[in-house]
Nanobody, 123 residues
């Protein structure tokens, strides 16, 4: 059974940085694509960034340069590093996975979801 557990969310001031981690079980992150989505209050879920089988990352254009992801195959964890945060980055951040060599920006292409972690950026 695949389980994804996010940790590390919280509160940060505008311009600050925050790291969120995803601990995966029931899968090998070296043989899965792992991604991050977010959902702000009253809005639809949107793609943030993902890392595929080969380790190549793919970011949403608007977040490129501020949001990056990396993986530790020994620990089976994936990390989301968020820099230069803005109030509009406030959202619940979800870790997702799929048994496919490539990532996708579509919510429907990711069958496994964590419960999410809240990130709040104050102005």
């Amino acid at each position: 059974q695949v389980q994804l557990v996010e940790s590390g969310g919280g509160w940060v001031q505008t311009g600050g940085s925050l790291t969120v981690s995803c601990a995966a079980s029931g899968l090998s992150i070296g043989r899965s694509s792992i991604g991050w989505f977010r959902q702000a209050l009253g809005k639809e879920r949107e793609f943030v960034v993902a890392i595929n089988w080969s380790g190549t990352t793919y970011s949403e254009e608007a977040m490129k340069g501020r949001f990056t992801t990396s993986r530790d195959k020994d620990k089976n964890t994936v990390t989301l590093q968020m820099n230069s945060l803005k109030p509009e980055d406030t959202a619940v951040y979800y870790c997702v996975s799929r048994d496919h060599p490539y990532s996708s920006k579509s919510v429907d292409d990711w069958p496994y979801w964590g419960r999410g972690t809240q990130v709040t950026v104050s102005s």
